[in-house]
């Protein structure tokens, strides 16, 4: 469905990414976690097609620029990009329009959405009269109503209440039940955990390793942030020492439990 080949991009004479290759089928959720400064985003931007970029991308087969591919394509970026002055109503008329979309039933389809997130009290205010997580939450939608076949998540939960990422994560779910790719990038560990099929570790623009929850064993399976600081850094965790299950294999880090026996105090009186 989605295939990177040897992405590599440079601003000036700095790597954003260099050789990233990464690759999602029908159904499967993809975390592309990192910290700060990784280059997630920039290949995120590469994927769809906003960046130029040395390397193969090919969505459903396609070249990522064609008409084919961006049909394919749903997107949330990190920082919601509403215009101002059009209602929240007015935004999914827009992308009704904008994708010549079936209007009842895609109408029928932003009410839906627009109940899961609690946003019907706000249909007809102004983007610009909402609260960031509510802007996030009109962003969500925009890039679901034309039931991509491939959704990339750039921070998806930054700034939603509790309840919204709940409500998300199970749309996730939804969406992979029914054969969409989905590729999240975050470095907010938790919000991923249990939902992801496919893991990839990126530091410094370059892709680490890419890990299957299918393959991983014992305790590794459970926790993706264990994952994650076994190949990014040293990690002492409160977590046990793992038993037999096999840890990642490019980083032989020791995972142990801090010492956190209590001093006993010196009771006995000192002879005056």
Request: aromatic fraction near 6%; charged fraction near 30%.
């Amino acid at each position: 469905m989605l295939r990177v080949k040897k992405l590599t991009k440079k601003f000036g004479k700095k790597y954003a990414n260099e050789d990233v290759n990464l690759s999602l089928d029908e159904g499967e959720i993809g975390v592309l976690l990192g910290p700060n400064g990784a280059g997630k985003s920039t290949t995120m931007k590469c994927i769809l097609g906003l960046l130029s970029f040395e390397g193969e991308v090919t969505v459903g087969g396609n070249p990522v620029r064609s008409v084919e591919a961006k049909k394919m394509l749903g997107y949330v970026p990190e920082t919601p990009a509403l215009y101002p002055m059009l209602t929240v109503r007015e935004h999914f008329e827009f992308i009704i329009r904008a994708y010549h979309l079936n209007a009842e039933k895609t109408k029928e389809y932003a009410i839906e959405l627009a109940e899961r997130f609690r946003l019907t009290e706000v249909m007809d205010y102004y983007c610009k009269d909402l609260s960031k997580g509510m802007q996030q939450k009109v962003s969500i939608i925009c890039a679901l109503l034309p039931h991509p076949k491939i959704l990339l998540l750039d921070e998806p939960m930054m700034g939603l209440d509790p309840h919204a990422i709940k409500e998300l994560r199970v749309m996730i779910s939804e969406l992979s039940e029914e054969g969409v790719a989905i590729l999240i990038s975050t470095h907010l560990i938790s919000t991923v955990e249990g939902i992801w099929n496919k893991a990839y570790i990126m530091r410094k623009g370059q892709i680490l390793s890419c890990h299957k929850k299918e393959e991983m064993v014992g305790v590794w399976a459970e926790s993706l942030e264990r994952i994650f600081f076994a190949e990014t850094e040293s990690y002492d965790s409160i977590w046990q020492t793992p038993s037999p299950a096999k840890a990642p294999t490019k980083q032989s880090h020791t995972v142990t439990r801090p010492n956190t026996a209590k001093k006993k105090k010196n009771t006995k009186k000192k002879k005056k």
